[in-house]
């Protein structure tokens, strides 16, 4: 390992930030015997398995995801945006009566904070912004992203 790295390593065309140990464990991933890109396609497979898995396991982040393919771009307080998913809930037969499901708008902004980047990570973009001229009101603002990037990286290994 440390005469790849000696050698100025290998390229990976990465930009997350987890890019100094997707390198490294590539490196060793090498050292062992394995074929070029083997751990790294390993890594974005479980990426992408424990994304979907949030998604799945999340009664409102099912209802976000329903809410944007019925409209591309939503926008709101927590409370309007929580009396839309309770009915996008019902047509998914979601009990909203169940213990996971928010019971107010503060407990949906945390439930959002937790599955937002899980969200950003299959298109849909969560941005907050302070609505003007009223002291303590937050818009929601959710959307499709046009294009997603590609947390996979390309090119060389």
């Keep these: 390992m440390l005469q790849v790295v000696d050698k100025g390593g290998i390229r990976l065309d990465l930009k997350s930030r987890m890019a100094d140990f997707e390198e490294s464990a590539e490196i060793i991933s090498r050292c062992t015997g394995n074929e070029a890109g083997v751990f790294v396609d390993a890594y974005y497979k479980n990426h992408e398995l424990q994304t979907e898995s949030v998604i799945e396991g999340s009664l409102v982040a099912l209802a976000i995801v329903k809410l944007t393919k019925s409209q591309n771009d939503w926008s709101g307080t927590a409370t309007g945006l929580l009396a839309d998913l309770e009915s996008i809930a019902d047509g ?23 599955i937002r980047t899980n969200l950003r990570d299959v298109g849909i973009s969560i941005e907050y912004d302070r609505h003007r001229g009223l002291k303590r009101s937050r818009i929601i603002k959710i959307g499709q992203i046009s294009s997603i990037p590609s947390h996979r990286p390309t090119g060389r290994y």
């Design 92 to 114: 998914l037969k979601i009990n909203s009566m169940n213990r996971s499901w928010p019971r107010g708008s503060n407990a949906l902004s945390r439930r959002i904070n937790e």
